[in-house]
Nanobody, 121 residues
Framework: HVQLVESGGGSVQAGGSLKLTCAAS??????IAWFRQVPGTGREGVAA????????DYSDSVKGRFTISQGNAKNTVYLQMNSLKPEDTAMYYC?????????????????WGQGTQVTVS
């Protein structure tokens, strides 16, 4: 099954930027998404991209600040995070899944990485 590895997390001051990277072991699934989770709360979908066509979607909380994109080799997906806020602090996870009838933002994600911590102070 596909393996996902996230990198790029860290600590940054409010207003700063970080770029997360998700490296996938293969191109089996059409959808790649970023989720985030704060301990004690549910996992929140942040952004999703469809490998075929490159369509993207974002949660309202990050729209206009975050950008999801894929590398030329299509097995790498990035999350550029600008104008970071303390409420963006969370563990960020990369996930992969098949394209569903509602597109990638509402797809079922079967495979997950281990996560990378983002802390905004």
């Amino acid at each position: 099954h596909v393996q996902l590895v996230e990198s790029g997390g860290g600590s940054v001051q409010a207003g700063g930027s970080l770029k997360l990277t998700c490296a996938a072991s293969d191109l089996t699934y059409e959808c790649i998404a970023w989720f985030r989770q704060v301990p004690g709360t549910g996992r929140e979908g942040v952004a999703a991209i469809c490998r075929i066509g490159g369509g993207t979607d974002y949660s309202d909380s990050v729209k206009g600040r975050f950008t999801i994109s894929q590398g030329n080799a299509k097995n790498t997906v990035y999350l550029q995070m600008n104008s970071l806020k303390p409420e963006d602090t969370a563990m960020y996870y990369c996930a992969a899944g098949p394209l569903g009838p509602g597109g990638c933002y509402t797809a079922t994600y079967n495979y997950w990485g281990q996560g990378t911590q983002v802390t905004v102070s």
